[in-house]
């Protein structure tokens, strides 16, 4: 794989540093576990749903938590029963830890446990103040006229 320099966008870029650190971290070789599988759905309009395989994992072992862009998920099994005897054991019942990067403005709403699937829900919250808004234009001509009706 080709390494690509992020350098010279950083001399006429400015504020946009952490786009280029992103796609730096991104063309790096870290190699993620494939447990457990996920999918990552759009529902609607800037609403998104993380599901994951989990079965067996209880709510006590899963955990949740968002920071800095970040969603971490984790399942934490308890200690295991010694005196079980297995044959043949194909369930993982492993840990495990998996890192989502989210967007801005990208908020977890909710999470449920349904039928061996973790749904965590997501939907992006633009603040009214970065939304676009339209400004009207005010020509002499009617705010001459809007002020002598107004009179």
């Known amino acids: 794989m080709t390494n690509v320099d992020f350098s010279p966008f950083y001399r006429s870029f400015i504020g946009f540093d952490h786009l280029a650190a992103l796609m730096d971290a991104a063309a790096r070789n870290e190699k993620q576990p494939a447990y457990p599988p996920y999918n990552i759905e759009v529902t609607g309009e800037d609403q998104y749903c993380i599901t994951m ?36 054991q194909g369930i993982a019942e492993r840990n495990f830890e998996r890192k989502f990067q989210l967007s801005d403005y990208i908020k977890v709403t909710g999470a449920q446990l349904e039928n061996g699937l973790l749904h965590i829900l997501l939907v992006r919250e633009v603040p009214e103040a970065l939304k676009p808004r339209k400004i009207s234009i005010v020509s002499e001509k009617s705010q001459t006229r809007a002020l002598e009706q107004a009179s």
């Open 53 to 88: 395989a989990v079965a067996g994992f209880t709510e006590q072992e899963l955990s949740i938590e968002t920071e800095h862009n970040t969603l971490l998920v984790k399942g934490q099994k308890q200690a295991k029963d010694e005196s079980r005897r297995f044959v043949h």
